[in-house]
């Protein structure tokens, strides 16, 4: 089954601690996973942020339970529910929901971050399936996506020579071609046999890395123009190279570059433009966010005093 949005898991949550025991939410995270059948591959699917994902809606779920008083926290790391909690569960209540929530006042309060006032007027803020956490990273992601699609259209725009100028300061800024200087001496010359150009692979220059460069707009790249690639790293006893457009690949050129012994990697248009925006090849920074989460190493029983 898929992997149940948060508010789904506030009723096992709690059934889970009724039995009024301190549970630890390490243990209840896999007890929640196998209650909900979540394959493997689910148990270990991932924010971008490098959290789960079923562990991050389980937190948040609890995050939730405690705002309404059901569950609190005896101690770091665990959780038990309340007398609250408990009459809860005796009303056998179908679904707990955000909706089910707001007629605890406290609840209301922490998700409205106000005050509940009769006849206010005030429409609380929207209910969505997914936590603060998931909605920061769709945001993110969105605004990705389209940054990277204009990156791409400016770069389609540009003339050739930027584009080889383009290839040298990404490469340089992934770690390839030694100083800026020496990758643009070597790159944009040949256009012999075709090889677009050659730099270190390496600082000290102990390989090398072929280019190809394509700057096109829509047409595809074939396997015709891979093998030609190849056929020029043979020629040159190369073992690596790079072949970078700014459109795509057909089908059997990638399938030709999977099965070479050489190791030749085929970067289109969509991967460029993700290099460039990881790199800091085009874009600025304009803003950025921290989400930050409580470090659990800090507030071990054990850890070493502070001295003053």
Known sequence: MAIPDYQSVMLPLLTLAGNGAEHRMREAVPALADQFKLTDAEKKELLPSGNGVFENRVYWARTYLKKATLLQNPK???????DRGKKCLLESPAKIDVAYLK???????????AKPEE???EEPPE???ETPEELVAKGYQKLRKQLEAELLAKVKACPPDFFERLV?????AMGYGGSLADAGKAIGKSGDGGVDGVIKEDRLGLD???IQAKRWDNATVGRPDVQGFVGAL???????????????FSKEAKAYADGLDSRVILIDGAKLSELMFDYNIGPVVE???LVKRIDSDFFEDDSPAISV
């Open 76 to 82: 770091w790391g665990f959780f038990q529910i309340t």
């Open 103 to 113: 007629k605890f006042p406290e609840f209301l309060e922490y998700y409205t971050g």
């Open 119 to 121: 006849g206010s007027g």
């Open 127 to 129: 209910v969505t399936s």
């Open 168 to 172: 040298v300061r990404l490469l340089t």
């Open 208 to 210: 090398l890395l072929f």
């Open 234 to 248: 043979y020629g040159r006893k190369a073992r690596r190279g790079v072949f970078i457009t700014t459109s795509t």
């Open 287 to 289: 803003s950025s966010y």
